[in-house]
């Protein structure tokens, strides 16, 4: 250890001469907050449909697809954003996925996905990403307001009940298994390789 970096090092721990601990104490007590509330008011911008579709290629596609959906209009008036099927809620989730979407900063300021052949070249892979997201965390952002122990099967269609007490409940698919479509266009080459999935986020029922 070098020493500058020995004289740095005992000045950082050495006792204050103009301050009490007192005043250290609180002083750092307040600041903690202020850093806190400043980074969680931060964090909770960037989850507002405003910010989500502050740049065109959200904004003329993904988002333009969601407002024809069943999330975004329907009877109750129970509208999902985009950060409620892309962010988890628990606050160590929403940590590592917001640290996760930083990256996705790069596709905007290169320009990656910014025309619509762009986009549509890249939607398959982007999907499939997402698909594999919510399968590992067994779509967690799904069951923030849907759960299974709180479904009336008796108000499903008949086919919907029986896919749900098969498959749903005793744990062996997860949400996404079957609901890729259910907010934005499915990717053609998911369209060519499966030609009988539907669109559910065309039924209104």
């Known amino acids: 250890m070098g020493a500058h970096t020995k004289r740095m090092w005992v000045a950082l721990w050495r006792p204050s001469a103009y301050f009490s601990l007192a005043f250290l104490t609180v002083g750092g007590f307040i600041a903690g907050i202020i850093f806190w509330g400043g980074l969680n008011t931060a964090m909770e911008f960037t989850n507002t449909e405003a910010f989500c579709t502050g740049c065109h290629e959200m904004r003329e596609n993904v988002f333009a697809e969601l407002k024809r959906t069943i999330h975004f209009t329907n009877r109750s008036g129970v509208r999902a954003k985009c950060s409620d099927c892309h962010v988890p809620h628990g606050?160590?989730?929403?940590?590592?996925?917001?640290?996760?979407?930083?990256?996705?900063?790069?596709?905007?300021?290169?320009?990656?996905?910014?025309?619509?052949?762009?986009?549509?070249?890249?939607?398959?892979?982007?999907?499939?990403?997402?698909?594999?997201?919510?399968?590992?965390?067994?779509?967690?952002?799904?069951?923030?307001?849907?759960?299974?122990?709180?479904?009336?099967?008796?108000?499903?269609?008949?086919?919907?009940?029986?896919?749900?007490?098969?498959?749903?409940?005793?744990?062996?698919?997860?949400?996404?298994?079957?609901?890729?479509?259910?907010?934005?266009?499915?990717?053609?080459?998911?369209?060519?390789?499966?030609?009988?999935?539907?669109?559910?986020e065309n039924r209104q029922e």
């Open 91 to 200: 606050w160590t989730h929403k940590v590592a996925r917001k640290m996760q979407a930083s990256k996705e900063v790069w596709g905007k300021i290169f320009g990656t996905i910014n025309t619509p052949e762009k986009f549509e070249a890249k939607r398959f892979e982007m999907a499939q990403r997402e698909w594999t997201r919510f399968k590992a965390n067994d779509s967690l952002e799904c069951r923030n307001c849907h759960a299974e122990k709180a479904m009336d099967f008796t108000r499903q269609s008949k086919r919907a009940a029986a896919a749900h007490r098969r498959f749903l409940v005793p744990g062996q698919m997860t949400c996404i298994d079957c609901h890729k479509g259910i907010a934005h266009e499915l990717p053609e080459t998911r369209l060519q390789t499966s030609p009988s999935q539907t669109r559910p």
